[in-house]
């Protein structure tokens, strides 16, 4: 199983680098209900966002300063992983970090390879590995952000996850930004065929340099169209989460075929 703790639930969007302490240790205790192997993947919040945004990390290598954007970004999100880490921990689960950026080969943004061999090992012995959204080499931009939802996709097809759920602070994928729209239904199932309101999908609410609601749809409907289902919960409500971990369906937005 692999399940994304979103940045949006983890951390405060609106404040830069400011991780909902309570919110992370609930989320961990629920992560310890599931009974398959599972891997955990965060996303970068308000920690990885407005740090690779000020240096047009995402745009790729265009001047030096990026250099040490690069590493700031980087570093950001290793903060925000040690939070992740320390509560998996207290939750009883023996959580490992897997820096993305160390074994994930990626260029013009898409992961071409990654070394599972350790992330498999990992999970063979009953340990969770963790990874994250992050600033890495981009063999033909030089840099760029790799997308937490973009490892999810990836790893749920490599490792035949027999469930994906992407926890977010909403109840789903809606007709328009239920942060903006006033009046807007939950879509409870999309699939490629739903190219209008696919095209409508928006970014996040904060700051978010990969593509908010939109390009996470669009990862997993790459995902679905190779025979993986997804499905988007929101991991704000109590209890969501864990039923989604236990095997129920149907608590948010499923993307599939
Ligand atoms: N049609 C839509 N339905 C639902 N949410 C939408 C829609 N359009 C835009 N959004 C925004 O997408 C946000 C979720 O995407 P976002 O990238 O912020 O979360 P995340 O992936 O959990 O965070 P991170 O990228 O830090 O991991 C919601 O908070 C909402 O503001
Ligand atoms: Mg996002």
Request: glycine share 12%.
């Given at each position: ?173 809606c007709t ?7 009046h807007v239904e939950i879509v ?70």
């Open positions: 199983m692999v399940v994304k703790l979103g940045g949006s639930v983890i951390t405060d969007k609106r404040r830069p680098f400011v991780v909902k302490r309570a919110t992370l240790r609930r989320l961990a205790r629920e992560l310890a209900a599931a009974k398959q192997p599972l891997v955990v993947v965060h996303g970068g919040g308000s920690f990885g966002h407005p740090v690779a945004s000020k240096y047009g990390i995402a745009e790729g290598y265009k001047n030096k300063n990026q250099l040490m954007g690069l590493s700031l970004t980087h570093r950001a999100m290793e903060r925000l992983n040690v939070n992740v880490i320390e509560a998996l921990q207290k939750a009883g689960l023996p959580a490992i970090a897997v820096q993305p950026s160390a074994c994930v080969v990626v260029s013009g943004g898409q992961i071409q390879s990654m070394e599972l061999a350790p992330i498999k090992k990992l999970l063979e012995l009953g340990i969770v590995p963790v990874l994250y959204g992050d600033a890495v080499p981009d063999l033909s931009k030089g840099m760029s952000i790799l997308s937490g939802d973009q490892i999810v996709a990836y790893l749920a097809l490599k490792l035949e996850a027999s469930r994906v759920i992407l926890g977010v602070d909403v109840d789903g994928v328009a930004n239920p942060k903006k729209a006033k409870r199932r999309i699939t490629p065929a739903d190219e209008k309101l696919i095209a409508s999908l928006g970014a996040a609410e904060g700051k978010d340099v990969t593509g908010g609601m939109g390009n996470k749809v669009r990862e997993l409907l790459a995902l679905a169209e190779r025979g993986v289902e997804a499905e988007i919960v929101n991991a704000t409500k109590p209890g969501i989460l864990k039923r989604a971990v236990r095997g129920e369906r149907e608590l948010g937005t499923i993307v599939g075929r």
